[in-house]
């Protein structure tokens, strides 16, 4: 892209695979406000690495606020199930990932369908603000926020649409869909990798400690960031989340590929600080 060129627009995002990796299929949800943008260079990264890949772009996302708050969270998963059912179908076997909320659909993805995997990175499943407690209420005497800023952000920025105020509506099915993933994470039965940023002002310590307490031995593997905020796919720490992502599906694949060897033994959980 030359510097007199337009930035990229939102669009979905779709690799067809190449090479031995190609019958290993990854499908990458985006966050809350965010599009196939902010996981671009992660979904590329496995693209070249001869993966395939699919990132849709969700309802209400990549447009403005006003679209956002006229959509729901069976929508946006609704969208991310057929994207992976689409890639699974078309592949030996198929891994779910995602960023914030895109890490939430992962979650309920992979507690809904018979996954390969799941890698997400600073994945949300809780709030912050207490507010959330009441958003139910709240939304009907207040229709819209400003969204959360980290105070010092390093990672690039995308143009993922208008999205300079954040509708409680909207917010109220994040929640709703937040209560559903949780829900879900006892029938997840595919081995779980998290990327956490210890510098995430966006999803609290609590969205982690979920994951610990019901995932159990099927978290295997929890890598935290230090140099990178919420957005951890563009920023410093990107280069490591593509490079232990892809080692992950290329370690599931071939546990896969040889059932009768590894189906007696554990998954290994390992701790990286």
């Not at 671009?40 to 690495?49: I, K, S």
């Not at 709703?176 to 999803?203: C, N, T, Y």
């Not at 994951?211 to 563009?234: C, I, K, M, Q, Y």
Request: glycine content about 8%.
């Amino acid at each position: 892209m030359t510097e007199s060129s337009t930035p990229p627009r939102p669009a979905a995002f779709s690799y067809p695979g190449h090479g031995p990796n190609a019958r290993t299929g990854i499908a990458i949800c985006h966050g809350f406000t965010g599009s196939p943008l902010s996981v671009l260079p992660w979904a590329e990264d496995l693209a070249a690495r001869g993966f395939a890949v699919s990132v849709p772009l969700l309802p209400g996302h990549g447009t403005d606020w006003r679209q956002l708050a006229r959509s729901n969270w069976r929508e946006w998963y609704g969208t991310f199930e057929a994207a992976y059912q689409d890639l699974d179908a078309r592949t030996d076997r198929c891994f779910v990932a995602g960023l914030s909320m895109g890490g939430a659909i992962a979650l309920l993805t992979a507690a809904r369908h018979p996954v390969a995997g799941v890698s997400v990175v600073n994945p949300g499943l809780s709030f912050y603000d207490r507010r959330v407690r009441v958003i139910g209420v709240l939304k009907y005497f207040q229709r819209t926020t400003l969204p959360i800023q980290e105070e010092q952000p390093t990672a690039a920025v995308t143009e993922d649409g208008d999205y300079s105020r954040t509708p409680l509506a909207a917010v109220h099915e994040l929640k709703k869909l937040f209560g559903a993933a949780v829900r879900g994470l006892h029938k997840i039965e595919a081995p779980v990798q998290v990327f956490k940023s210890r510098a995430d002002a966006v999803v609290p310590p609590t969205s982690l400690s979920a994951l610990r307490h019901r995932l159990g031995p099927r978290l295997v593997e929890v890598v935290d960031l230090h140099n990178s905020g919420h957005v951890a796919t563009l920023d410093v720490d990107a280069p490591e989340i593509f490079a232990r992502s892809s080692q992950f599906f290329l370690d599931h694949s071939a546990r896969l590929a040889s059932p009768t060897s590894t189906a007696n033994a554990p998954h290994r959980t390992s701790e990286i600080l």
